[in-house]
């Protein structure tokens, strides 16, 4: 499974990865959909965190993607040198109205980025699916994937809560059952490591105040 996933979701996660942060939705998207407050995957639920992260960020309703970013990105993406020239020779209309052959090739550049996603999600939700009914070990794999997926589960929040606009006939069920999962057990490692560092932080400030107190200590004997 882990091959599969180097194999078939890493390289389409990297493209649509890049629009994302050349869009600067990756940094928003964390700010505003942090890993404990995302579970249920539903509209309402991403919603009510567009609501309360409109507090403290510009966060829009709707993604917009840069067309001129799709083009840049499908050219460093391009699986042959062909596919590459031909992205280098499209022209691209920013915000542009009307069937101008620059502004249909947005139109197209768009379409194809939306396929990626949803060829993405359903790796995604097929690569969880198998961890699930333990085809494979979700455990095991866990270590090596863990950080990758949550993190490209979370860039697509909006897309997945997208599809859920009502609590029945859900989407993506299985992927958002291993987000949960690896998504527990990560905070869980976290909140012990905290534990564990301000313990030893308590115990470095002891120590110190301790060494300083022997030290005036033993000042004041020899004085006297």
């Not at 270590?143 to 859920?164: D, G, K, P, T």
Request: with cysteine.
């Amino acid at each position: 499974m882990a091959q599969y996933y180097a194999e078939s979701i890493i390289p389409r996660a990297s493209y649509t990865s890049s629009v994302y942060v050349a869009n600067k939705y990756a940094e928003t998207n964390k700010v505003a959909f942090p890993l404990d407050k995302i579970t249920s995957f539903s509209k309402k639920e991403m919603d009510r965190l567009i609501s309360e992260a409109k507090k403290q960020l510009a966060i829009e309703e709707t993604e917009k993607i840069s067309p001129t970013s799709l083009r840049i990105n499908k050219i460093i993406f391009a699986s042959s040198e062909d596919e590459r020239k031909m992205y280098v020779d499209m022209r691209v209309e920013e915000n542009s109205v009307g069937k101008s052959p620059e502004n249909l090739n947005a139109m197209l550049l768009q379409r194809d980025f939306d396929r990626e996603v949803n060829l993405l999600l359903n790796d995604l939700e097929w690569f969880s699916m198998q961890c699930r009914y333990k085809v494979a070990d979700e455990k095991l794999i866990y270590q090596s994937l863990h950080q990758v997926f949550l993190s490209e589960v979370q860039m697509l929040y909006r897309c997945i809560c997208a599809h859920n606009i009502n609590g029945e006939d859900k989407y993506y069920t299985n992927l958002i059952w291993l987000f949960n999962i690896w998504k527990k057990r990560l905070l869980k490692y976290r909140k012990k490591n905290d534990r564990a560092r301000k313990k030893a932080q308590k115990q470095v400030v002891s120590a110190t105040r301790k060494a300083e107190q022997a030290g005036e200590t033993t000042h004041h004997g020899k004085s006297v």
